[in-house]
């Protein structure tokens, strides 16, 4: 049988937040909207939750290190409120993604993928842009945190915006099962986003698997680490017979909030594996230099 469904990716803008209440219906109104239109799998952007910080008031917002702590300490109420949206109207949720304080003081950034079953799984983005070292001091991941989540559509993939554009990272979700990446971003420059959407289409080129991008959008001078925000959401495919001759599948509009949806059918996306064009998931190990790739986990969230 055809496995087909419709993906929605955000274009979403960091609100200054008067209460949690706000928060909640805000999100609660985002996912409706995308579920209602029939997406099963709905991606939110990386930092998306630093608008959590304006919880903590102005003054705790525009202090780097502060809205850290502000956001990390509300994340348990956003997953919370992720699963009972997700279990309710029966869709995946990739949930936009933010800072976690550990007991050793560190820091690093977290996204959840939340099932339509109430399991949910985690992902610490690995490869650190220069602003989140310096002076944001957020550390990377374990370099075992690679996991490919199986759902009742498809077996996903979580990178997060600069782990895009290394291409071993995805390789190794590819080989151990993944149909899609997806890969939530935070770019305040046109450069930067246009950075993340080459890496999506070049993983999805090399991997034959779909890729999905949202990003960040607007501005939020309220909280200096996120005050600009620029990006296209997205969602790619390989340039192959059946695909859209770019591999494009959808895009939005610049800096518009907005949800991008696209249809993907993970029959085609086999087919083009193994009878495409070029094959280049399959031809991947004939290239010299053949590296060891990072281990992956497969966790199940049906």
Same mark, same amino acid.
């Given at each position: 049988?055809?496995?087909?469904?419709? !993906?929605?990716?955000?274009?979403?803008?960091?609100?200054?937040?008067?209460?949690?209440?706000?928060?909640?219906?805000?999100?609660?109104?985002?996912?409706?909207?995308?579920?209602?239109?029939?997406?099963?799998? #709905?991606?939110?952007?990386?930092?998306?939750?630093?608008?959590?910080?304006? #919880?903590? +008031?102005? &003054?705790?917002?525009? /202090?780097?290190?502060?809205?850290? /702590?502000?956001?990390?300490?509300?994340?348990?109420?956003?997953?919370?409120?992720?699963?009972? #949206?997700?279990?309710?109207? +029966?869709?995946?949720?990739?949930?936009?993604? +933010?800072?976690?304080?550990? %007991?050793?003081?560190?820091?690093?950034?977290?996204?959840?993928?939340?099932?339509?079953?109430?399991?949910?799984?985690?992902?610490?983005?690995?490869?650190?842009?220069?602003? %989140?070292?310096?002076?944001?001091? !957020?550390? &990377?991941?374990?370099?075992?945190?690679?996991?490919?989540? *199986?759902?009742?559509?498809?077996?996903?993939?979580?990178? !997060?915006?600069?782990?895009?554009?290394?291409?071993?990272?995805?390789?190794?979700? &590819?080989?151990?099962?993944?149909?899609? !990446?997806?890969?939530?971003?935070?770019?305040?420059?046109?450069?930067?986003?246009?950075?993340?959407?080459?890496?999506?289409?070049?993983?999805?080129?090399?991997?034959?698997?779909?890729?999905?991008?949202?990003?960040?959008?607007?501005?939020?001078?309220?909280?200096?680490?996120?005050?600009?925000?620029?990006?296209?959401? +997205?969602?790619?495919?390989?340039?192959?017979?059946?695909?859209?001759?770019?591999?494009?599948?959808?895009?939005? *509009?610049?800096?518009?909030?907005?949800?991008?949806?696209? *249809?993907?059918?993970?029959?085609?996306?086999?087919?083009?594996?193994?009878?495409?064009?070029?094959?280049?998931?399959?031809?991947?190990?004939?290239?010299?230099?053949?590296?060891?790739?990072?281990?992956?986990?497969?966790?199940? #969230?049906?």
């Amino acid at each position: 049988m055809t496995r087909k469904f419709k !993906i929605a990716a955000a274009q979403y803008p960091l609100d200054e937040l008067g209460s949690q209440a706000e928060y909640e219906a805000k999100i609660t109104r985002w996912v409706e909207e995308a579920a209602g239109a029939g997406a099963e799998l #709905l991606v939110f952007p990386e930092y998306g939750a630093m608008e959590l910080a304006s #919880l903590a +008031g102005a &003054a705790v917002a525009a /202090d780097p290190q502060g809205a850290i /702590d502000a956001v990390s300490e509300r994340l348990p109420m956003q997953a919370d409120l992720h699963t009972r #949206l997700a279990m309710k109207l +029966g869709v995946t949720i990739v949930g936009a993604s +933010g800072p976690l304080r550990h %007991e050793h003081g560190g820091a690093t950034n977290v996204a959840r993928i939340f099932s339509g079953s109430g399991k949910q799984g985690e992902y610490h983005k690995l490869m650190m842009t220069p602003w %989140e070292r310096n002076p944001w001091n !957020i550390s &990377a991941g374990r370099p075992d945190g690679l996991t490919v989540f *199986e759902t009742d559509g498809a077996k996903i993939g979580l990178v !997060i915006c600069y782990d895009i554009e290394f291409p071993l990272i995805s390789r190794a979700l &590819a080989e151990a099962g993944a149909e899609i !990446i997806v890969a939530p971003s935070n770019t305040e420059t046109e450069h930067g986003y246009w950075r993340v959407r080459t890496g999506c289409m070049a993983r999805a080129l090399e991997n034959q698997v779909y890729t999905v991008h949202s990003p960040t959008v607007g501005a939020a001078s309220w909280c200096p680490p996120v005050e600009m925000n620029v990006g296209v959401a +997205g969602v790619f495919a390989a340039s192959d017979h059946g695909f859209p001759a770019g591999g494009v599948l959808a895009t939005g *509009e610049m800096n518009r909030p907005q949800w991008v949806y696209a *249809e993907v059918d993970m029959e085609l996306l086999a087919q083009v594996r193994n009878t495409g064009g070029v094959q280049t998931y399959n031809h991947w190990p004939e290239q010299p230099g053949t590296v060891v790739l990072p281990p992956v986990k497969n966790v199940s #969230l049906i």
